[in-house]
């Protein structure tokens, strides 16, 4: 495991490029965060979650702007509205998959969820990256750590940490579920939405 700060951008995206597992900070909680299409990542990232592809749980995906989400996901009315007004912001949207959008992860379920933090970090390393999957910094039933020193203690074989922490009491996103005709709350966090 090694250790960096947020201003080194250039080798945070080397190991984002390099099928590393980075943790970073966001405006919420700490997040792993993995290249899109890197298969060892994604593998390892899955161990480190002890996440089970029947768990329904899904990671993540960050693209690399509002306009590329409706790559990944349909975007209706509803969406668009969501998007505009929370995106980037501490929301996840759950959407409904693009038909024409293929991944060998998002394959197995027919939703999306969507989320870009609102954090100068993203900003600089999407442009770079291309699109992330991204989840909470913790294992399988802890709470998501705040802090880089949390990350190193629960989570040891992450490849890069981000060293910092974020703020004392913030709570993950707040998941929206978009999928059906009115706006149904996954998970409430410190923003509010509906």
């Known amino acids: 495991m090694i250790q960096t700060s947020a201003e080194h951008t250039s080798e945070i995206i080397k ?9 970073l900070p966001t405006e919420t909680v700490y997040g792993l965060a993995i290249a899109f299409n890197s298969a060892s ?4 990232l899955i161990y480190l979650k002890r996440r089970d592809l029947n ?30 007004k929370y995106i980037p912001g501490e929301i996840t949207l759950i959407l409904n ?16 969820g969507i989320r870009i933090p609102a954090s100068p970090l993203f900003s600089a390393i999407l442009l770079e990256t291309g699109p ?21 203690n629960t989570l040891p074989k992450v490849d890069l940490i981000v060293k910092g922490r974020t703020l004392e009491g913030k709570l993950p996103s707040t ?5 059906g005709k009115t706006p149904v709350i996954i998970r409430q966090g410190d923003l509010n939405v509906l």
């Not at 990542?41 to 390892?44: D, H, Q, W």
């Not at 998941?175 to 999928?179: E, F, S, Y």
Request: proline share 6%; hydrophobic share 40%; net charge negative.
């Open 97 to 112: 998959k693009n038909p024409e959008f293929s991944h060998p992860y998002f394959d197995h379920f027919t939703t999306v």
């Open 41 to 44: 990542a994604l593998e390892k």
């Open 55 to 84: 768990s329904g749980k899904i990671f993540t995906l960050v693209p690399e702007s509002k306009t590329d989400i409706q790559k990944y996901a349909t975007v209706d009315k509803l969406a668009r509205e969501y998007i505009a």
């Open 15 to 23: 190991s984002l490029k390099s099928g590393q597992v980075v943790a």
């Open 132 to 152: 992330l999957l991204l989840t909470s910094a913790n294992p399988r039933g802890n709470q998501p750590a705040i802090s880089s020193d949390e990350v190193a």
């Open 175 to 179: 998941v929206v579920d978009l999928t």
